[in-house]
């Protein structure tokens, strides 16, 4: 499948800044929920950065010894591009590994992009992922939205994979109709662009807009059944309450430390980084309105 952007502002936003980041040769941190099309993206601006080269695919939580392969192989390959499906699941000892061979290879690295359906903040934050390893996996940062924060634009994404099956099974379907369209795109998709490919694969075998539309209310109610009652608004509040509790403590420390940040890191026993992440995500700035510079 490959990748399209589609109306919304921000993937239209998205789609204006591939090129250039694409061409920049800074590794790129794709960040987005399961199955909204963050390897199809890869794969676009590996096109886009037209270097002739492979795209070179491992997969961190299955078998993240492959990664740490022959360096010469990547000192070689600096017109490959190097993807880290899933790098959110390398564990620690895997990402030190992977920083000494980032620091071992000398001249021209391969075109580097990460993938990532967790938070990688949150983990760095609480020791599970290396500060150092992010920095080095994110000079740019692309988010892809879910499919329930771009609804007008799934009628028009349907009937473009709906093109791609048939080219594929060498088929053609019938168009939906209207109230099967308003089916496609009232759906909450927790499955995102793979499941609306499946969709898209069972049209096809059938073409019947009547079986498509009762298919998407059958599955809306099967989620409905399955979510339990208030606990993902119980787990949100709990969430927010967490995080502004967090960023009172930190601004406390900071005022009693007059801004000193490495002086604060050590009150509250957590690193430097660590702190400055923190402060970042809590959007916490001093008199200037800047996170990066301590006030005196």
Not at 11 to 31: D, T, V, W
Not at 68 to 79: I, P, V, W
Not at 149 to 176: C, H, K, N, Y
Request: positive net charge.
């Amino acid at each position: 499948m490959d990748f399209w952007f589609g109306h919304t502002d921000k993937m239209r936003e998205l789609q204006s800044k591939a090129a250039p980041i694409a061409r920049s040769y800074a590794p790129i941190l794709i960040e987005g929920e399961t199955g909204t099309g963050k390897e199809c993206l890869a794969q676009h601006l590996h096109e886009l950065r037209a270097a002739g080269g492979r795209l070179v695919k491992f997969l961190c939580d299955s078998s993240p010894s492959v990664v740490f392969g022959e360096s010469a192989g990547l000192q070689e390959a600096s017109r490959d591009t190097l993807l880290l499906k899933r790098v959110h699941r390398l564990p620690i000892s895997a990402q030190e590994r992977l920083l000494l061979l980032f620091d071992e290879i000398k001249g021209p690295f391969p075109f580097l992009i990460s993938t990532a359906s967790d938070s990688i903040e949150r983990l760095a934050a609480s020791g599970q992922f290396l500060p150092e390893l992010l920095y080095r996996v994110s000079a740019y940062r692309i988010g892809i939205p879910p499919l329930r924060e771009r609804r007008q634009d799934i009628p028009e994404l349907f009937r473009w994979l709906l093109s791609e099956v048939e080219l594929q099974m060498g088929v053609t379907a019938a168009v939906p109709n209207s109230r099967a369209f308003d089916a496609l795109t009232g759906y909450s998709w927790p499955g995102n662009l793979r499941e609306l490919q499946n969709v898209a694969r069972e049209f096809l075998l059938t073409s019947d807009s009547g079986a498509l539309e009762a298919e998407m209310e059958r599955r809306q109610q099967t989620i409905s059944r399955n979510r339990p009652s208030g606990s993902p608004a119980l787990k949100e509040q709990v969430k927010q309450v967490s995080k502004r509790v967090e960023g009172e403590i930190i601004l406390r420390t900071l005022e009693q430390h007059r801004w000193n940040r490495r002086r604060a890191a050590e009150a509250l026993r957590i690193s430097y980084r660590s702190l400055m992440y923190k402060m970042k995500s809590c959007d916490i700035r001093n008199e200037s309105g800047e996170i990066g510079r301590a006030h005196v």
